[in-house]
């Protein structure tokens, strides 16, 4: 018998930015595999990074992201010189690099990293290209939001 391995009630999410989402339109996401060193790794492991502020930028044909924080452990090694904010290198396919390079430099998009998570044994990143919000589409966005959840509630009352 073939059985089926039952997926753990943990989350694989490591870290979201959620600023990202108010701010900007999001249009197309991509899944993205980070360089990362080894205490980084660990400190991963332990829930220490931030990714609010983080982006993506396009030099020389990589992608990097730039703007997220891992804090080190107090426990990392004396010899390994950690950097908390580096920039550090995604590793995506040439056709999704190429299409990210379009649409920065032709369409005018921002990319944006909106997720860390754990994918098997692999740390992750979801990211978004995205395009600024004005402050009116914030607004309707929020007025479309609280209609929705009112919409709800009249039709759970009404059943």
Same mark, same amino acid.
């Not at 979201?16 to 660990?42: C, F, P, S, T």
């Not at 921002?110 to 978004?128: C, G, Q």
């Not at 607004?139 to 009112?150: F, G, I, L, Q, T």
């Given at each position: 018998? $073939?059985?089926?391995?039952?997926?753990?009630?943990?989350? =694989?999410?490591?870290?979201l930015n959620k600023?990202?989402?108010?701010?900007?339109?999001?249009?197309? *996401?991509?899944?993205?595999?980070?360089?990362?060193?080894?205490?980084?790794?660990?400190?991963?492991?332990?829930? %220490?990074? $931030?990714?609010?502020?983080?982006?993506v930028t396009l030099?020389?044909?990589?992608?990097?992201?730039? !703007?997220?924080?891992?804090?080190?452990? $107090?426990?990392?090694?004396?010899?390994?010189?950690?950097?908390?904010?580096?920039?550090?290198?995604?590793?995506?396919?040439?056709r999704e690099l &190429?299409?990210?390079? !379009?649409?920065?430099?032709?369409?005018?998009?921002?990319?944006?990293?909106?997720?860390?998570?754990?994918?098997? =044994?692999?740390? %992750?990143?979801?990211?978004?290209? !995205?395009? !600024?919000?004005?402050?009116?589409?914030?607004?309707?966005?929020? *007025?479309?939001? &609280?209609?929705?959840?009112? %919409?709800?509630?009249?039709?759970?009352?009404?059943?």
């Amino acid at each position: 018998m $073939n059985r089926k391995k039952s997926k753990s009630a943990t989350s =694989n999410t490591i870290a979201l930015n959620k600023k990202a989402r108010h701010d900007y339109i999001l249009q197309d *996401k991509i899944e993205a595999g980070v360089e990362l060193q080894g205490w980084e790794v660990k400190s991963i492991r332990s829930g %220490k990074v $931030n990714l609010s502020d983080s982006y993506v930028t396009l030099h020389k044909g990589e992608a990097f992201l730039i !703007g997220s924080t891992i804090q080190p452990l $107090n426990q990392a090694s004396s010899h390994v010189v950690c950097e908390p904010i580096r920039r550090r290198k995604l590793l995506l396919k040439k056709r999704e690099l &190429d299409k990210l390079i !379009g649409s920065v430099e032709r369409q005018g998009f921002s990319i944006l990293a909106t997720a860390m998570y754990w994918k098997k =044994n692999w740390v %992750k990143v979801e990211i978004y290209l !995205g395009k !600024g919000k004005h402050e009116h589409d914030k607004r309707d966005a929020v *007025k479309d939001r &609280d209609w929705a959840r009112d %919409k709800e509630r009249m039709m759970k009352h009404k059943v």
